[in-house]
Each structure stands twice: as structure tokens, then as C-alpha cells.
């Protein structure tokens, strides 16, 4: 079975340019999460979907940062315009919303550098 | 607000050898979750605990997690240079729904 799926693995851009990140998540699976990886830290939470629903976005800074999924499946994350703190990994996770363990599976992420 | 705090931040040691990890949680978490990160890589989910009192082990790796104390521990027994890797953990607040909390994650050395 497919794992979380992202792309591009590596973007560098310069600052004040756009970006965006595609994830397609285990097939099933209906809760999607973005989580940003700052350099030496834990992930943090950006976004969460469930469905097509967004039930937390209290962290995504919502001035530059944008997020969809389309008919509840696959995802996009968007900055514009981007900033050199943005560099980060940008993970996509799914998970099944009635599993029990709620084991979360984690993308291989989106390398983003901005200069 | 959940805040998870692990100890040691990096841990350098040598194969054969014992070693534990701790994770400390500041208010009620219903689960505890175990994530391990290589280089460049995304992160491979270790374990899940739910309950207090929860053991779980893999090969060379044991979680478990006392809800009591807001601490959880990864024990690794007889290291061997493979575990080498960052280790993780996250709790999860109930009334957060989903949302992970992660620590500062553990790098763990295994020296020959």
C-alpha cells in the first residue's frame, strides 16, 4: 500500500515568490494534517482536515499561508509570498479517523529553502 | 496549551549499552505516540500508547507511559548502530482533537 505521497521533495525560491505543496494521503484515509519542521525541532501543526472540513487552523498564518483538499482527498498547501523564516520541511500526515490507536503516518515532506 | 518535553537531546553511546529516553507532558494527555526520524526522512510511527500503565516493545525498543506522572519513557536495550536516528514523542490533548504535540526529539548515537 502507498504511503503519504508529496511533492516537490526540494524547492528553493527566492523571498516574496509563491509556493505550493501537493499531498495525497493513504487511500481511506480522512483526516489530513500539515505540519511544519523547523531545522533541530518537533513537527508543528498547520492545518487539519477532516474530510474536506478544516477543524483547526488555529496555527496556519493565515496572511501568507493558504490550504485546500479538494473533495477530501488530496491537498495543497500554498505561501505567498514566501519569507526567508518559511524555510522548513513541510510535512503532509493522514490518519483514519476511526481508528482506535489513531496512528498517524507521516509523508517524506517538502524541503522548502527561501533566499 | 500541551507542552511535551524530552531529556536527553542528544544521546551519544555505544553499542550493547542500555539507555532510556524520557518524555514529560505538562497537562492530561489522552495518548502518547513514539516517532522515529532518519536524516532526510519523514517520520516511521514507533508506537501508540493509550492507557496508563501501557508497555509496548518492538526488537531493542520499549515504550511505556504512566498518565499519573505525565511521563513517558522509550527504553532501548542493547543498542546497535541501525537505531541510530532522532526519536520523537507527541502527546495528544482530547479536546485538541487530532493535534499532535512534539518534543524537541532525542539524537540518538550508536558508536561500534
Known amino acids: 500500500e502507498a504511503g503519504v505521497v508529496q511533492s516537490p521533495r526540494y524547492k528553493i525560491i527566492e523571498k516574496k515568490q509563491p509556493v505550493a505543496f501537493w499531498c495525497n494521503p493513504i487511500?481511506?484515509?480522512?483526516?489530513l494534517y500539515w505540519y511544519r519542521q523547523n531545522l533541530g525541532q518537533g513537527p508543528e501543526l498547520l492545518i487539519r482536515?477532516?474530510?474536506?472540513?478544516?477543524?483547526?487552523d488555529s496555527q496556519l498564518p493565515k496572511d501568507r499561508f493558504s490550504a485546500e483538499r479538494l473533495k477530501g482527498v488530496d491537498s495543497t498547501l500554498k505561501i505567498q509570498p514566501a519569507e526567508l523564516g518559511d524555510s522548513a520541511v513541510y510535512l503532509c500526515?493522514?490518519?483514519?479517523?476511526?481508528?482506535?490507536?489513531?496512528?498517524?503516518?507521516f509523508g517524506e515532506g517538502s524541503w522548502l529553502t527561501v533566499v | 496549551e500541551l507542552k511535551v518535553e524530552q531529556n536527553p537531546l542528544f544521546l551519544s553511546m555505544q553499542e550493547g549499552k542500555n539507555y532510556t529516553i524520557y518524555c514529560n507532558y505538562s497537562?492530561?494527555?489522552?495518548?502518547l505516540y513514539w516517532y522515529r526520524q532518519d536524516p532526510g526522512k519523514s517520520l516511521e510511527s514507533l508506537f501508540v500508547?493509550?492507557?496508563?500503565?501501557a508497555v509496548k516493545q518492538e526488537g531493542r525498543l520499549m515504550a511505556s507511559l504512566d498518565t499519573k506522572a505525565r511521563l513517558s519513557t522509550l527504553h532501548i536495550t542493547a543498542a546497535v548502530h541501525d537505531l541510530s536516528a532522532t526519536y520523537f514523542c507527541?502527546?495528544?490533548?482530547?479536546?485538541?482533537?487530532?493535534?499532535?504535540?512534539f518534543g524537541e526529539g532525542t539524537q540518538l548515537t550508536v558508536n561500534p
Open positions: 500526515a493522514s490518519s483514519l479517523l476511526r481508528d482506535s490507536g489513531n496512528t498517524i503516518y
Open positions: 487511500s481511506g484515509h480522512n483526516t
Open positions: 482536515y477532516e474530510n474536506e472540513e478544516a477543524v483547526d
Open positions: 497537562t492530561t494527555s489522552d495518548r
Open positions: 500508547l493509550l492507557s496508563n500503565g
Open positions: 507527541a502527546g495528544r490533548r482530547k479536546t485538541s482533537g487530532s493535534r499532535l504535540t
